[in-house]
């Protein structure tokens, strides 16, 4: 084996050691939860999923978004004027017999979409490990974790943000889920 093979080996090892203690070591229990309207958290989601095992729960809005990104924007605007948030399907676990919940988010107009936002008002999330996912069309994370900690306080947190359904985007989750 050449130093190389075996820096390799070694790191391979440190970061499946890592992400094992983050995702089903220590008997920690994971779920990720997430909103996706045009597939590219879903996509992040998925990836997750197969690098943490973590089952995923989909957060639906009982009145779905619209398909068209324009009318999408139209009923996104008047939801932010009026100040509501959209009803959505009640989840079916107990989220208290989990110690980390991953949460996936597409950043709408800085923030956590609205679903997501619902799930969040409505579900009392305290003392676990918050890791927020974002999927943004150029604006970064903006203003999500503070969304995230706002809505869900009491928690620890960790976040990580990609443009659309990110590049590399396993690489960059492994490296999150190591530190
Ligand atoms: C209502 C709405 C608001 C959006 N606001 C932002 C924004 O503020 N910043 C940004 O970078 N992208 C914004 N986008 C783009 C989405 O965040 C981006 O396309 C994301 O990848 C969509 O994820 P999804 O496919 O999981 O729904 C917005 C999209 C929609 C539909």
């Known amino acids: 084996m050449?130093?190389?093979?075996?820096?390799q080996?070694?790191?391979?090892g440190f970061l499946?050691?890592?992400i094992t203690s983050y995702a089903a070591g220590k008997d920690l229990k994971s779920l990720?939860?997430?909103y996706s309207r045009s597939g590219h958290t879903e996509t992040l989601a998925n990836t997750l999923a197969k690098l943490t095992g973590a089952e995923t729960i989909r957060i639906e809005s009982t009145s779905p978004y619209p398909t068209d990104?324009?009318?999408?924007?139209?009923?996104?605007?008047?939801?932010?004027?009026?100040?509501?948030?959209?009803?959505?399907?009640?989840i079916e676990k107990d989220?208290?017999?989990y110690d980390v919940i991953y949460i996936g988010s597409p950043t709408w107009g800085g923030h956590l979409c609205y679903p997501i936002q619902r799930f969040l008002q409505d579900t009392k999330l305290r003392?676990?490990?918050l890791m927020l996912f974002t999927s943004h069309g150029g604006s970064g994370e903006a203003s999500t974790l503070d969304d995230l900690q706002r809505l869900a306080p009491g928690n620890q947190?960790?976040?990580?943000?990609?443009?659309?359904?990110?590049?590399?985007?396993?690489?960059?989750?492994?490296?999150?889920?190591?530190i």
């Open 16 to 18: 499946s050691a890592s």
């Open 157 to 178: 947190y960790r976040n990580i943000a990609f443009y659309g359904s990110g590049f590399g985007a396993s690489k960059q989750f492994k490296h999150w889920l190591s």
């Open 95 to 97: 989220l208290n017999s």
């Open 127 to 129: 003392g676990k490990t």
């Open 32 to 34: 990720i939860v997430f």
């Open 2 to 7: 050449n130093r190389r093979s075996i820096l």
């Open 69 to 90: 990104y324009d009318a999408t924007i139209e009923r996104f605007k008047a939801e932010r004027a009026a100040n509501t948030l959209p009803a959505i399907y009640p």
């Open 9 to 12: 080996t070694f790191l391979t």
